[in-house]
């Protein structure tokens, strides 16, 4: 059969089809060819590009416009109260002589106190320098090393004799132990302000602030409303052990440290000996759920110096021998 006979022969079958190609919906038709089957769509070659898609678009959508900026945190409100308002209201008012700028922390941050208030810091009323135009001044190169955040409460001491949060109450009773501290309501809040009081500690042991020490060992022992457990006193042992060489910022000072402090040893200082204290009494526990913890610390350099974990054995021994060889020592691991 020749091509003409057969594309008649298509022909004359399609007129069948009329009816059922009227039912049809759709409005588009092709044309009749004998090579494609009827019924079967054509299929047209597209030309592609051989490059992979543009993605400036695509960046261009996902990347935020310059004009756009993402929501930056607040900073956190400092709070002052009302007896430092009153304490920065009086110095406003003395002369520049007698308004002192300390410089601290990396960025130097600015402040000022009285100088009078210096008596309570002999390292730092050593190091005062005075300039013309701008009144007396302190700066110094290990002042630069303090957390400026830090400090903030040995300049609200230098102030006002007290540092915030301040103890409010005594749930107990007056003469009776553990005492809240303001705003302090969970567990973490005391394990945070403790450690953070450990710092201002070593601050105030460096700059000879004995009376500072005091008020902050009394916050830290007879405050714990919320106990601190013993990773958190592991974690103030590493904060209080592991401080700078003492006597360090008193050399630098060019002052000398007081017959009483120069007699009395590292080892008496009363922070470390509520601490090892603590912690022999709770050895058990610490050494089968801290292990590790206890260790890192007992074997820091200046930790093991100042004789840490030394210290919390011999101690443990010592109330074991005052128990007497026929006693049999019972502890609970909590």
């Known amino acids: 059969m020749t091509a003409s006979q057969r594309k008649r022969h298509f022909e004359e079958e399609l007129m069948f089809y009329s009816d059922d190609s009227s039912r049809d919906n759709s409005s588009d038709h092709q044309t009749f060819s004998p090579e494609l089957r009827a019924g079967a769509k054509r299929w047209e070659r597209r ?57 601290v922390g990396p960025k130097n941050a600015v402040f000022t106190v009285g100088l009078q208030d210096l008596d309570k810091s002999p390292v730092l009323k050593s190091m005062v320098q005075q300039d013309a135009t701008e ?21 609200q001491y230098l102030l006002m004799d007290e540092y915030v949060p301040a103890i409010i109450s005594n749930p107990k009773g007056p003469d009776q132990l553990p005492k809240q501290l303001d705003a302090l309501t969970t567990a973490e809040d005391y394990r945070k302000e403790a450690l953070r009081a450990g710092h201002v500690y070593v601050i105030a042991k460096a700059l000879g602030m004995t009376s500072l020490q005091y008020l902050i060992l009394r916050k830290i022992t007879d405050a714990q409303y919320q106990p601190y457990g013993i990773k ?20 630098r000072g060019k002052i000398k440290a007081d017959a009483d402090d120069a007699d009395r040893g590292e080892s008496e200082d009363a922070l470390e000996v509520w ?32 004789g840490f974990g030394t210290r ?16 049999v020592a019972i502890e609970d691991d909590e």
């Open 232 to 251: 958190c006193q592991l974690d103030l042992a590493m904060i209080v052990f592991s401080r700078p060489e003492e006597g360090e910022l008193l050399k």
């Open 135 to 155: 009144g007396p001044y302190i700066m110094h190169p290990e002042l630069a090393k303090i957390n400026a955040e830090h400090f903030q409460s040995v300049f």
């Open 275 to 306: 601490l090892v204290e603590s912690l022999k009494d709770k050895l058990q526990p610490v050494l089968i759920q801290h292990a590790p913890l206890f260790f890192q610390v007992a074997n820091h350099g200046a930790c093991a110096k100042r």
């Open 47 to 103: 030309q592609t590009s051989a490059r992979p898609p543009s993605t400036s678009l695509t960046l261009t959508r996902i990347m935020p416009s310059s004009s756009f900026e993402l929501p930056r945190r607040k900073a956190a409100t400092k709070v002052k109260t009302e007896e430092e308002v009153k304490a920065q209201a009086c110095l406003q008012e003395r002369p520049l002589s007698e308004r002192v700028k300390i410089y």
């Open 312 to 327: 919390i054995f011999r101690r443990k021994v010592e109330d074991w021998e005052k128990l007497g060889g026929d006693v």
